[in-house]
T-cell receptor, first 117, second 108 residues
Framework: GAVVSQHPSWVICKSGTSVKIECRSL??????MFWYRQFPKQSLMLMAT?????????EQGVEKDKFLINHASLTLSTLTVTSAHPEDSSFYIC?????????????FGPGTRLLVL | ELKVEQNPLFLSMQEGKNYTIYCNYS?????LYWYRQDPGKSLESLFV?????AVKQEGRLMASLDTKARLSTLHITAAVHDLSATYFC????????FGAGTRLTVKP
């Protein structure tokens, strides 16, 4: 089956620094990738949708300048949390859609746990 | 705007018992997903339901879809401790919208 990886799996950083999270589709080309955020004991909330070679589409309430998304290739999307603050601490999960598939199945990565001190 | 509502949000069951988790949604959709999430982990895909009347079963879990009622159910048969997890339903309407999740605890 389709595999999506994320790196790093967890990260601890100081407040004010920037953190980059990578999402890779390992055995398929992902024309569309999605970034979700999940706070403890809550559901997944879609942050943004990124299409290869174009600007990401952000959900309402998500700051574009704070959460920079780059989908530079068909197998890689990155999320950079700029000037991170403790309230950005969360579980970030990406997913990818296989461009060859007619359906809309998303394949989820293992997640990245971010802790901002 | 697509809304997805799950209930119950918390479910504590004894081993061997049966129970159903409900997922209601607000707009037309013919593709519904069920996921399992263990603590600290990402999502594990359980079922994809593609059409009205679809029923899928895997082990002690069975999912069904009624697109006319905009309702999906996840039925648990003879629960075991290993089923303890959080279960999410989700719909794809250009992007994926998740229910709030049902936190299931199966007690011996």
């Amino acid at each position: 089956g389709a595999v999506v990886s994320q790196h790093p799996s967890w990260v601890i950083c100081k407040s004010g620094t920037s953190v980059k999270i990578e999402c890779r589709s390992l055995d398929f080309q992902a024309t569309t990738m999605f970034w979700y955020r999940q706070f403890p004991k809550q559901s997944l909330m879609l942050m943004a949708t990124s299409n290869e070679g174009s600007k990401a589409t952000y959900e309402q309430g998500v700051e574009k300048d704070k959460f920079l998304i780059n989908h530079a290739s068909l197998t890689l999307s990155t999320l950079t949390v700029t000037s991170a603050h403790p309230e950005d601490s969360s579980f970030y999960i990406c997913s990818a859609r296989d461009g060859r598939e007619i359906g809309e199945t998303q394949y989820f990565g293992p997640g990245t746990r971010l802790l901002v001190l | 705007e697509l809304k997805v509502e799950q209930n119950p949000l918390f479910l504590s069951m004894q081993e061997g018992k049966n129970y159903t988790i409900y997922c209601n949604y607000s707009t037309t959709s013919d593709r519904l997903y069920w996921y399992r999430q263990d603590p600290g982990k990402s999502l594990e895909s359980l079922f994809v339901l593609l059409s009205n009347g679809a029923v899928k079963q895997e082990g002690r879990l069975m999912a069904s879809l009624d697109t006319k009622a905009r309702l999906s159910t996840l039925h648990i048969t003879a629960a075991v401790h290993d089923l303890s997890a959080t279960y999410f339903c989700a719909l794809n309407n250009n992007d994926m919208r998740f229910g709030a999740g049902t936190r299931l605890t199966v007690k011996p």
